[in-house]
């Protein structure tokens, strides 16, 4: 019913920029958040950044000053803008949406990831 795209990983070298994306369709009332996680090998799954659908922002303290989230609300879309890219961020980016369906319930959903590699 809630289908997630994302788009925009790759391989970059050390201190480039990437900037991922990901669109949902399908019937959705609202999004009252979104946010990107990743998964580095080993690791479990972290959060990124979230936003609010009143724009307010959260980020984990390993990005912050790199890493800019944004939102279009009219095209259910959240954007992650990556610069200074360190190696340290290579990981399976992974967008989350949380939905309102117009009774109220709400639902969370995954992308499918995608991969981002820094080198040296």
């Known amino acids: 019913q809630v289908q997630l795209v994302e788009s925009g990983g790759g391989l970059v070298q050390a201190g480039g920029s990437l900037r991922l994306s990901c669109a949902a369709s399908g019937s959705i009332f609202s999004i009252p958040a979104m946010g990107w996680y990743r998964q580095a090998p080993g690791n479990q799954r972290e959060l990124v950044a979230r936003i609010s659908s009143g724009g307010s922002t959260n980020y984990a303290d390993s990005v912050r000053g790199r890493f800019t989230i944004s939102r279009d609300s009219a095209k259910n879309t959240v954007y992650l803008q990556m610069n200074s890219l360190k190696p340290e961020d290579t990981a399976v980016y992974y967008c989350?949406?949380?939905?309102?369906?117009?009774?109220?319930?709400?639902?969370?959903?995954w992308g499918q990831g995608t991969q981002v590699t820094v080198s040296s």
């Open positions: 989350k949406i949380t939905t309102l369906s117009r009774v109220f319930t709400t639902n969370e959903y």
